[in-house]
Nanobody, 121 residues
Framework: QVQLVESGGGLVQAGGSLRLSCAAS????????MAWYRQAPGKQRELVAL???????QYVDSVKGRFTISRDNAKNTVYLQMNSLNPVDTGVYYC???????????????WGQGTQVTVSS
């Protein structure tokens, strides 16, 4: 079993910053890509940022220049530094990781429980 535990969400005023963390633990042989998704009220979940184990990063256009994704491979942890937040960034942020649990298994997708980010105007 693999668990992803997120932290760092909360309430912040527009223009402020937050840093999200997500640590993967359990039966882990290898972690490939790690990512952050968000789901705003009444909307579908969308990919916000992704980082591959080669450190290649990609972002949704709306957060480019404001958000930075990073990872600590030794800790199987991914971070999302969010700056210049605005109310449209409000939503539940979910961590996702592609994990191989043993050397014979395929990669599988795991999700965290989500952390609420609320940006007030």
């Amino acid at each position: 079993q693999v668990q992803l535990v997120e932290s760092g969400g909360g309430l912040v005023q527009a223009g402020g910053s937050l840093r999200l963390s997500c640590a993967a633990s359990g039966s882990i042989f290898r972690v490939s890509s790690m990512a952050w998704y968000r789901q705003a009220p009444g909307k579908q979940r969308e990919l916000v940022a992704l980082i591959r184990n080669t450190s290649i990063r990609q972002y949704v256009d709306s957060v480019k220049g404001r958000f930075t994704i990073s990872r600590d491979n030794a800790k199987n942890t991914v971070y999302l530094q969010m700056n210049s937040l605005n109310p449209v960034d409000t939503g539940v942020y979910y961590c996702n990781a592609m994990v191989q649990t043993t050397w014979v298994d395929s990669m599988a997708s795991y999700w965290g429980q989500g952390t609420q980010v609320t940006v007030s105007s």
